[in-house]
């Protein structure tokens, strides 16, 4: 396989690897927030029901994520976990997740792209599902990244150190030459355990800012 030589950065960054939700799109506030007002909730309380703790586990949302079991599996599934927050659900929750309203970013889109044309080895890296591929293809050029990690297909997830490996494995880069792009904190710990550089994004903008700062483009 012809490899491109990287450019030089101070950091020695050769690979940079993107989260989907809150990176590429916008995180999917809105519903979780209608949902948390039916039940007088906050939002991370309602999270971890539906979607289930920080820490990878046997939730429903996570077995999913995993390829272990498939999206219509998961509401019937949650009992054990919305009795222990005292919530006694609709019913209609994973299908309301399931569609959200999102913007895509396109600055970052467009960044990953040049990013790519330039001679980095791009990777998106992502918790998903099998039956939302389609829409993620829609999104994003798949033709952007050198590797799409979907958990649903490694059977792993992050922050399961599994699917960094794979990750790294799959770009043919050493863990030390990769930037990580995430949003949520939890996903970044195994990363750094790894070696990997990270950013915490909390918005577009930042994001562009330290990918201007950590991998400059011409
Ligand atoms: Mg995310």
Same mark, same amino acid.
């Given at each position: 396989m012809e490899r491109r030589s990287p450019p030089r950065n101070a950091s020695g960054i050769e690979a940079v690897v993107f989260d989907y939700g809150g990176v590429i799109i916008s995180p999917i506030v809105?519903?979780?927030a209608v949902l948390a007002?039916?039940?007088g909730i906050t939002m991370p309380e309602l999270l971890e029901? /539906? /979607?289930?703790?920080r820490e990878s586990g046997d939730h429903p949302?996570?077995?999913?994520?995993r390829g272990e079991i498939d999206v219509a599996d998961i509401q019937g599934l949650l009992g054990p976990w919305a009795d222990a927050a005292g919530l006694d659900l609709h019913g209609d929750e994973i299908d309301v997740l399931m569609d959200p309203t999102?913007?895509?970013l396109d600055v970052?889109?467009? +960044?990953?792209? +040049? /990013?790519?044309?330039a001679g980095y080895r791009t990777a998106l890296l992502t918790n998903t599902f099998a039956e939302y591929r389609p829409t993620m293809q829609q999104v994003v050029p798949f033709d952007h990244f050198d590797a799409i990690v979907e958990s649903f297909e490694v059977k792993a997830r992050k922050p399961? +150190?599994?699917?960094?490996?794979?990750?790294?494995?799959? /770009?043919g880069v050493d863990h030390s030459r990769i930037l990580y792009l995430d949003d949520f904190d939890q996903n970044l710990r195994p990363a750094i355990e790894l070696g990997w550089s990270v950013v915490h994004v909390t918005g577009p903008e930042q994001s562009l800012r330290e990918l201007d700062r950590l991998v400059p483009l011409d």
């Open positions: 809105e519903k979780v007002d039916r039940f029901v /539906l /979607l289930g703790p949302w996570h077995r999913c994520e999102y913007s895509v970052v889109v467009e +960044r990953i792209g +040049r /990013l790519k044309a399961e +150190r599994a699917i960094y490996e794979a990750t790294a494995v799959m /770009l």
